[in-house]
């Protein structure tokens, strides 16, 4: 199921080949990555995190892997706008899920955080399927194990800083407040972009960036260039280690109804994809797209294939880097 | 179920509390306000109107006020880009729906102006949940009740200013000029905003511009920025008394897919809000959110929930416009 | 909104008047019945609980109380196979629903028991809408506080009997081997019946067995004559308290898709009510119906009307047995 | 578009050949019969009625003619359990939809009445797609004008003979109550067969019966077999003029989820069938379907496809009668 | 069903008037516009064309042009944007579907040629409602037997020149290799505009270009504008015959997610319309709107809508150019 | 992923533990089984057949294999009713889908025959996934090249014994005409069962006979005891290879909605399984369930999860057989 390889610089791993089998057949892999549990050989690894404990408002972000996995099948491996040959450029395996305890998000955050850094120790970069957001905390714990605090770039219409739910200290609303406490998350270095909607009070924000995150409204957002947002998130990470969160909310309900907690007057995925666009010099350590929730989907999966699509973009950049 | 209040500032009534419970528990009143009968203490009373026998193609808006319930729940006190807390400004509650009768047009509108009246009477400002758009005659004939004949403010895909259909007077084309000729409407103090699509003939905008009618086509509108809308209408209202009522097919059927009539080409969600935002300085008697027909909406009720954050944006403007 | 009452025999609380205002107007509770909080003067207390962090596969049944409510507009008082006038006879309110914590089983647990407990001492029968299964151990345990250990009368295609799922103690997999072990349920005067599908092992059903439940496959329930099943479920509760809990996943999927683990080959509509009314003279001290998921319901919600439908059924043979 | 004949007692119409063109392909006509206006030639014209007004719940029968012919598509000549070529023992037409006026049933009764009038006195027999059962009073005038009082056969999970609904005299519960006191139908020589459900009282039914009708509930209509069924029919219309009324709601909503007022626990498609076939000796005037309302189908039209089959054998038995 | 017409300047064809009959009354044609087989009198005939052998990824284009007939059943005559009575100029036909062969995509090219041919050969300019795009290899070899080789002006996501799909050689990605190569397609005069997303390798447009095509993306497009684009296209077509084509994946998944091959980032309806509406000079000898797959539209069928909307901006153009 | 060992009469290949991981984590394989290329090790292979060319219908099986997967997550070792642990006997692996060519019947037969036999050859069982009914040809092809003219048991609505198609020799409805006429069916030691709905004439299945088939329809096999089911099929094989096929349209479209030609009146899906349960004496070389097509499945995919459950029932009886 591995690409034909016949120079040393093919990577290892890529999709099968759409020329000897219809893209609609065979078992459901990202892109149509073979999924193998050696990652010896792979520059990147998709993995899912099919865990939805932590959602307050709409379930189901536990088949979110599942939906954009099987959104993924018409991915080619060429991007026009960045010029690129992904999948020539990048060996990318499906790795399948990581294991999760349903109903227990504290220890799923520890197995994400092993997981992760599993992945990463292994020379690989880690690419996450969520999953509600709760999980980032696990991601950043096991990005931090290895590169120490991180900064954190996220596209959400949600700022996520909450401490606790209902007395829960782990749901979809804390993970950044949980993370910034541990050590794990550098608030100081990180962007939240994209919130919007209505809100408990202004202090919900104000609290955000007491803490030292910048916030970015989706109204100030969209009133931003790229490539000024690329330099605001340059500014921002100070060339420290960086990780790449994208909240599937932060595009209007519209284009992405499959989520828990949807807000109307969202980005629409041109504006949304040209800021991801415009991260490509950026060396992310690592990536996830999350709340995805494929029981809300439409007949066409059309929240399920644009997160696919937003997980290629991701995979762009990180071959658009290392090509250049 | 109403807030917990210690100062004599704190509206009388408000959304419960969801640090008490998850928001998608409990009987489903509009934003998780208490349904009461006695209006005293209110300032808004959010009612629903099930009534769709004057649908031309499409049935469903009988079930508009429920699904705008349904979509309601997530919304939150603080309304960040107009920096108003809307529910500890404005005492709202659901008054339930009032009493129609399926298949007499004719009646439905005096139970209507009855309703409407009354809730006036009490110096309550009625915010309706449709329903068709034949409601609006009845609404009008309500205000003008108590406050003489009415500006309107609409947004709305179609005119509505058919004198019948099918030798029906009242269908959900014709309330406009049925108004104007009771006197309950002033075309001469009234915009129509968002007008597109194919039309019987030249006719059909020029009869309503004969009638004293501002009209605003789409592509008008959307040429317009909103402080020239609110302009406008300042101009058009004159300072009399108003009534805004907004058609969710005013939007685009991506946003908007459940609704009878729908056209393509409509306005973006954050287009049209901002056209709401605008006129964040007038007084209105009333609002009115029409035409929203739940068995048609998708998995995600992307436009029950829409609706329900226009209506929240109706009570923003009013609250901002109290508290200024 | 309760009914009008000459006479001493009426109950206080009952649907809305029909005649007043159409079915499908209103706020929605269950059947059209006041939503109260203070339960002086109703015989049986609709309740809800929107818990499902239990489930293990998919989820949804937290929205399962507002589905049934939406389901059961159409419910008239009259019960012909029965000759019951149910509203009639038995005052019935929608008491809203009962606090949960989401993401936190254990709590939630307790705050069910507290819940069901209260109604009960107010000398109330409780009649619970769910929720995932996990938490008729909550039920038991406030019945048992005020009854001691309970006989159940389970309909359900599973038996729900395991220890743990994943190392987690209350699922939906797991509230009777808890009940047991907490002492809350009498395992000697209980019955399972209706277990169908693919199962761990022969010890899934031998190991309900060896605690002493009686259990019924959904083949040996078929086979039985509703009579046989009455004089059997007689028989076993030997007249002691005793609590009856549907399990929608009981019926075909045909009839309830919506629902987290489906078997197929499951009962008929028509067959699983025709042993609920069987139970006609057994003196219930509550019931439930539980594991609606309404995100996978069809468009036409024919599971929540049907679990709809079951409730009513179960307040039919409480009305029957106290008229009788 | 009509068959090839070489033989004169071929029918004139039929539906296009299957040999020629795809069964999904060309304008949707029932069974892909012609369309045509002048009934000259024709045995059946099978017409829509797209009337909603009437529905007391879900609205969406106006769709109900286009329904059922998208449902019909797939229908071919011969009927295997009654051996009868009934594309080659009559000829059928679409005569597409019967004027009507929506929100006023009143004129809608007359423009049926005098539509089914016009068929019947080309001598032509009316096979009507409804549209909600308020039109049956229509289509009774009609047959009436004709043949004098009728006798009616109604499968139906409602008796439809109440005297109004909501001080409306024509809606979907009340055509019965009327015909009777019009004198177009004669309930001594009638029979209305499948009720079940909730009732608002024992009166309900014993209404039915003091008016004259004789009522089978559902339950008992499953005790009776075909045979006996055919009998009890025979007895009751004595010989006189007879019209077949078929509400698809008296199938299990599981079969038929589209309609307005579902009940649970209804017949099974085949169990209806079987009484509709029992009935092939009786020389009905006229037939409808009614009830489907495609805005609640679900994505394979299951609703639309039975109501096309209930046709199809209504067809069925008048081919056969005429045949032997 | 054709309009009264009093004066010869009125066109033969037309919509049904929906004065007579509500707009979902009756048998489905495009528009309400008679179904007729004699195309004398008649300036444009609609056609379907109901085949997706060609299809690579979803099927259900079979399906399409019912999907369009229904989803243009509110379409009006008169087209304020162009000022243009389009009924009242152009006489409309619903000509049916064209016959094809499914599994048999070469037979099915030469049944499209033959028919269109024969449309073409009357006077009648056809607008054909696909269907996948792999016939409009077959519409060209019709145009070009009556014009020669034609010019095209392509809106769609894709630049389908691939030469064969899976050593298939007709396919949806390949009509325009094949036209090219059968030279009934220039490619020199043509215009391939709204490509996106990812690709098999820079070849797949360079292909294109080298062929002859001048190809514009998306993100080309967005950045023209409608006036550019009509000066572009009036330079490649160079005044000879010309076709127009579109593919209804060069909308937005979220306008049209009823499609194939989705493409998320695509253009929003009224920039896609704006330069349809920008070519109302170019004289096209044919139309088509292809790749509408029903089986993924939503419940309110916006797909179909907006391509029913298309088809008639489409009418349009061409009404207006010869009223001017 | 496969399952821990100790002991050397253990299946080398079976489903991942659900003690591990959550049953919708992970790829999706048939009831979670290894995804092996290599069938050393395995009795059964499942395999999918992703082809929809000759639908003459609704199309949609092409994605058949991938949904039946996806219903596959529930299945569980052990089978009740036949008191057998499956996966505890049989070595089961997911290999994948065989090469199809879309568009190509011809060549797509040659492909599946080629792959069966392959299977056939390394002495494992296959078990195909279809795709439509058209692919039987190629697995009897497959079947005889190794063991001569096949007895074939078919449930199936459909005869599927026509001879072409539109002039397309190879569709749904042609394969055991063909296969009689090469020779790899013999129709003598072949059960057709569960026809139903109407057909083009009598000759239909008189033709079918007339071959030399025995054909039951779906009301002589509900009258039809299993054993005496089990008898008429060992009389018809005579103790000769026989292959059973399962189309998924044998089933009520209320139980199985999402098939291509749906029939109403079909089996209920516990007596369909009652006659596979019947068939545990007869040693199948081979299985298939066909002719799911999930776009037309509803929001709880019970098709899917339906014909999952068929497919556990095949290896239910072959795991049975080979532990007896």
């Given at each position: 199921m591995t690409n034909a390889s016949d120079t040393p610089s093919e990577p290892q791993y890529g999709p099968a080949s759409a020329a000897l089998a219809p893209r609609y057949s065979g078992v459901r892999t990202f892109a149509r990555c073979p999924h193998v549990s050696d990652l010896a050989g792979a520059d990147v690894a998709v993995v899912g995190v099919p865990f939805d404990t932590g959602t307050s408002y709409r379930p189901g972000p536990r088949f979110g892997p599942d939906g954009i996995r099987a959104g993924s099948q018409l991915l080619r491996p060429y991007h026009p706008p960045l010029d690129i040959d992904v999948f020539g450029t990048l060996s990318v395996v499906d790795a399948g899920d990581l294991a999760v305890t349903s109903g227990n998000a504290a220890r799923t955050l520890e197995q994400i955080a092993q997981g992760v850094e599993a992945i990463l120790r292994a020379g690989v970069v880690p690419l996450v399927l969520g999953g509600d957001h709760t999980i980032v905390l696990g991601e950043l714990r096991g990005h931090a194990a290895v590169h120490g605090p991180m900064g954190l770039i996220l596209l959400d219409a949600h700022a996520d800083t909450w401490d606790a739910y209902f007395g829960e200290?782990?749901?979809?609303?804390?993970?950044?407040?949980?993370?910034?406490?541990?050590?794990?998350?550098?608030?100081?270095?990180?962007?939240?972009?994209?919130?919007?909607?209505?809100?408990?009070?202004?202090?919900?924000?104000?609290?955000?960036?007491?803490?030292?995150?910048?916030?970015?409204?989706?109204?100030?957002?969209?009133?931003?260039?790229?490539?000024?947002?690329?330099?605001?998130?340059?500014?921002?990470?100070?060339?420290?280690?960086?990780?790449?969160?994208?909240?599937?909310?932060?595009?209007?309900?519209?284009?992405?109804?499959?989520?828990?907690?949807?807000?109307?007057?969202?980005?629409?995925?041109?504006?949304?994809?040209?800021?991801?666009?415009?991260?490509?010099?950026?060396?992310?350590?690592?990536?996830?797209?999350?709340?995805?929730?494929?029981?809300?989907?439409?007949?066409?999966?059309?929240?399920?294939?644009?997160?696919?699509?937003?997980?290629?973009?991701?995979?762009?950049?990180?071959?658009?880097?290392?090509?250049?």
């Amino acid at each position: 199921m591995t690409n034909a390889s016949d120079t040393p610089s093919e990577p290892q791993y890529g999709p099968a080949s759409a020329a000897l089998a219809p893209r609609y057949s065979g078992v459901r892999t990202f892109a149509r990555c073979p999924h193998v549990s050696d990652l010896a050989g792979a520059d990147v690894a998709v993995v899912g995190v099919p865990f939805d404990t932590g959602t307050s408002y709409r379930p189901g972000p536990r088949f979110g892997p599942d939906g954009i996995r099987a959104g993924s099948q018409l991915l080619r491996p060429y991007h026009p706008p960045l010029d690129i040959d992904v999948f020539g450029t990048l060996s990318v395996v499906d790795a399948g899920d990581l294991a999760v305890t349903s109903g227990n998000a504290a220890r799923t955050l520890e197995q994400i955080a092993q997981g992760v850094e599993a992945i990463l120790r292994a020379g690989v970069v880690p690419l996450v399927l969520g999953g509600d957001h709760t999980i980032v905390l696990g991601e950043l714990r096991g990005h931090a194990a290895v590169h120490g605090p991180m900064g954190l770039i996220l596209l959400d219409a949600h700022a996520d800083t909450w401490d606790a739910y209902f007395g829960e200290p782990y749901a979809h609303g804390t993970p950044l407040w949980h993370a910034v406490k541990e050590g794990v998350l550098d608030p100081h270095r990180s962007l939240l972009a994209g919130m919007r909607g209505s809100l408990y009070g202004p202090h919900n924000l104000g609290d955000a960036r007491a803490m030292g995150f910048e916030v970015l409204t989706t109204e100030e957002l969209r009133a931003t260039a790229p490539a000024d947002f690329a330099r605001l998130v340059a500014e921002r990470l100070g060339g420290g280690p960086a990780f790449l969160s994208f909240d599937i909310d932060v595009l209007d309900p519209a284009f992405a109804p499959a989520t828990g907690t949807p807000e109307v007057c969202g980005l629409l995925p041109h504006e949304a994809i040209a800021f991801v666009r415009s991260l490509v010099d950026v060396p992310f350590t690592g990536f996830d797209v999350v709340e995805v929730s494929p029981p809300y989907d439409n007949a066409s999966q059309t929240t399920a294939m644009l997160a696919a699509n937003v997980a290629y973009e991701l995979l762009a950049i990180e071959a658009k880097r290392r090509a250049s």
